[in-house]
């Protein structure tokens, strides 16, 4: 199966990474954890994503899956699916250069009756090589655009 079009400029981020990560909120205790982000293409307009992430006694935290869509080789479209119970949608920018792919999403969040309320989410992909630094922001449960989660991951085999 060939990648669509569309996607080839992402082509380079497609595969597992996985390394180590850091995160903190207001309304939590910081906390350290191992992050896995898996890309993949199905040769449609769109990569899917998996994200999974793990205690430092290898028990899960948290998992999210989506899609990354490219409307022209500078946009992007986010939607994600998060199990405590929200969906984000939103939009973003590409910047890709022989040596570097950054990618930047900024989604609104609708929230189920019962979730904690999210409002915002803005994701920072940088890519150069085989590394993959990773951060979001997150405005929620009263307080503003906040750093939440940062992880630095190397693509794996």
């Given at each position: 199966?060939?990648?669509?079009?569309?996607?080839?400029?992402?082509?380079?981020?497609?595969?597992?990474w996985r390394g180590d990560g850091h995160g903190e909120y207001p309304t939590i205790s910081s906390f350290e954890y191992v992050d896995e982000w898996e890309f993949t293409d199905v040769g449609k307009p769109f990569l899917?994503?998996?994200e999974r992430t793990w205690n430092a006694d290898g028990s899960p935290m948290h998992t999210e899956t989506g899609y990354v869509r490219a409307p022209s080789p500078e946009t992007l479209e986010i939607i994600a699916a998060l199990p405590t119970g929200q969906v984000e949608l939103g939009t973003g920018s590409c910047?890709?250069?022989?040596?570097?792919?950054?990618?930047?999403?900024?989604?609104?969040?609708?929230?189920?009756?019962?979730?904690?309320?999210?409002?915002?989410?803005?994701?920072?992909?940088?890519?150069r090589g085989d590394e993959l630094t990773y951060e979001m922001e997150m405005a929620a449960v009263g307080h503003g655009l906040t750093l939440h989660l940062r992880s630095r991951l190397t693509r794996q085999p």
């Amino acid at each position: 199966m060939s990648m669509h079009p569309a996607m080839a400029h992402l082509s380079r981020l497609v595969g597992t990474w996985r390394g180590d990560g850091h995160g903190e909120y207001p309304t939590i205790s910081s906390f350290e954890y191992v992050d896995e982000w898996e890309f993949t293409d199905v040769g449609k307009p769109f990569l899917v994503f998996v994200e999974r992430t793990w205690n430092a006694d290898g028990s899960p935290m948290h998992t999210e899956t989506g899609y990354v869509r490219a409307p022209s080789p500078e946009t992007l479209e986010i939607i994600a699916a998060l199990p405590t119970g929200q969906v984000e949608l939103g939009t973003g920018s590409c910047a890709a250069s022989l040596d570097a792919l950054t990618l930047i999403t900024d989604a609104q969040v609708l929230n189920t009756p019962t979730a904690q309320r999210v409002d915002r989410i803005v994701r920072r992909y940088e890519m150069r090589g085989d590394e993959l630094t990773y951060e979001m922001e997150m405005a929620a449960v009263g307080h503003g655009l906040t750093l939440h989660l940062r992880s630095r991951l190397t693509r794996q085999p």
